[in-house]
């Protein structure tokens, strides 16, 4: 079993950044691939960033290729965001989701764990 708990969502202008964090709880967390994702109001959930579980693979949507940067600490349980010149269409609730076997697929319904979810909120 693995929890999860994001945080370090907020408010931002745009252009500014914002650093999400997502940690988990379980012995196993080393293991398992971890997935952000973001759903706006009215649209589906979609995968942002995705990170392997040693973390030698990362994979990125398009829309924030070279703005995001996604870190994992295993020793902390942790997986970070990097969020660097943020725009308006950023602006989402943002999910951290992990794969038990160790991969990020974008299709959300493959991940067995969800965290709660932090909301980002990017002003023009």
């Known amino acids: 079993q693995v929890q999860l708990v994001e945080s370090g969502g907020g408010l931002v202008q745009a252009g500014g950044s914002l650093r999400l964090s997502c940690a988990a709880s379980g012995r196993t967390f080393s293991t398992y691939g971890v997935g952000w994702f973001r759903q706006a109001p009215g649209q589906e959930r979609e995968f942002v960033v995705g990170i392997w579980w040693n973390g030698g693979n990362t994979y990125y949507a398009d829309s924030v290729k070279g703005r995001f940067t996604i870190s994992r600490d295993n020793a902390k349980n942790t997986v970070y965001l990097q969020m660097n010149s943020t725009k308006p269409e950023d602006t989402a609730v943002y999910y951290c989701?992990?794969?038990?076997?160790?991969?990020?697929?974008?299709?959300?319904?493959?991940?067995?764990?969800w965290g709660q979810g932090t909301q980002v909120t990017v002003s023009s």
């Open positions: 989701a992990a794969n038990r076997d160790g991969t990020t697929p974008i299709d959300p319904y493959r991940y067995d764990y």
